[in-house]
């Protein structure tokens, strides 16, 4: 093979390597919403990535009532969301942030879904393989009661293995009443 035909063919190996690689050290910019439907017409959650590099990225997550007031927000670090592998451009990183989502709505869509709180236990809720815990300052009967409202729920991976519990009261406000482990 000729000294041009090797050049050729190493440039051909090595240019989508070089790309990926030039893809990886690109600035991340990313956004995703979603509405929030059982919240009501109006609401949305949305996720904001933004840094040097999609692994260097933070992402915030943010519910809004329908005037676009944010009621909740939250920053993660993007290397902590995604730690096997976060996303390497832009584009991967709206289509994962979609799909964070996607998962905070339909994990535990309704209050209703909480376990019941019975008489004598602490606040750490055991049912199966899930342990639900109640955020401090949420008490038995608020707990409760929440079940009974059947209010709208969105759910947030907060920890590495946990998933915060938020829940939208009737007056429009968001509160943590606690996570659980799957």
Same mark, same amino acid.
């Given at each position: 093979?000729?000294?041009?035909?090797?050049?050729?063919?190493?440039?051909?190996?090595?240019?989508?390597?070089?790309?990926?690689?030039?893809?990886?050290?690109?600035?991340?910019?990313?956004?995703?919403?979603? +509405?929030?439907?059982?919240?009501g017409a109006g609401y949305l959650v949305e996720?904001?990535?933004?840094?040097?590099?999609?692994?260097?990225?933070?992402?915030?997550?943010?519910?809004?009532?329908?005037?676009?007031?944010?009621?909740?927000?939250?920053?993660?670090?993007?290397?902590?969301?995604?730690?096997?592998?976060?996303?390497?451009?832009?584009?991967?990183?709206?289509?994962?942030?979609?799909?964070? /989502?996607?998962?905070?709505?339909?994990?535990?869509?309704?209050?209703?879904?909480?376990?019941?709180?019975?008489?004598?236990?602490?606040?750490?809720?055991?049912?199966?393989?899930?342990?639900?815990?109640?955020?401090?300052?949420?008490?038995? +009967?608020?707990?409760?009661?929440?079940?009974?409202?059947?209010r709208p729920v969105f759910t947030y991976l907060?920890?590495?293995?946990?998933?915060?519990?938020?829940? /939208?009261?009737?007056?429009?406000?968001?509160?943590?009443?606690?996570?659980?482990?799957p």
């Amino acid at each position: 093979m000729s000294k041009a035909g090797l050049l050729a063919t190493a440039l051909a190996v090595a240019t989508p390597a070089l790309a990926t690689s030039a893809l990886a050290d690109e600035p991340c910019r990313a956004r995703a919403e979603q +509405a929030w439907a059982r919240a009501g017409a109006g609401y949305l959650v949305e996720a904001v990535a933004d840094g040097p590099t999609c692994r260097n990225a933070v992402i915030v997550q943010v519910v809004r009532r329908p005037d676009g007031v944010p009621v909740w927000s939250d920053v993660v670090l993007a290397d902590w969301r995604f730690p096997d592998e976060a996303p390497r451009d832009s584009t991967a990183m709206e289509k994962a942030l979609a799909q964070m /989502l996607v998962e905070g709505l339909r994990s535990v869509a309704g209050s209703e879904q909480l376990p019941e709180w019975k008489q004598g236990e602490e606040g750490t809720l055991r049912r199966g393989d899930t342990v639900w815990y109640a955020e401090a300052g949420v008490e038995r +009967a608020a707990w409760n009661a929440l079940r009974v409202a059947k209010r709208p729920v969105f759910t947030y991976l907060q920890g590495t293995d946990s998933i915060g519990v938020l829940v /939208l009261g009737a007056d429009g406000l968001m509160t943590k009443v606690g996570y659980f482990v799957p």
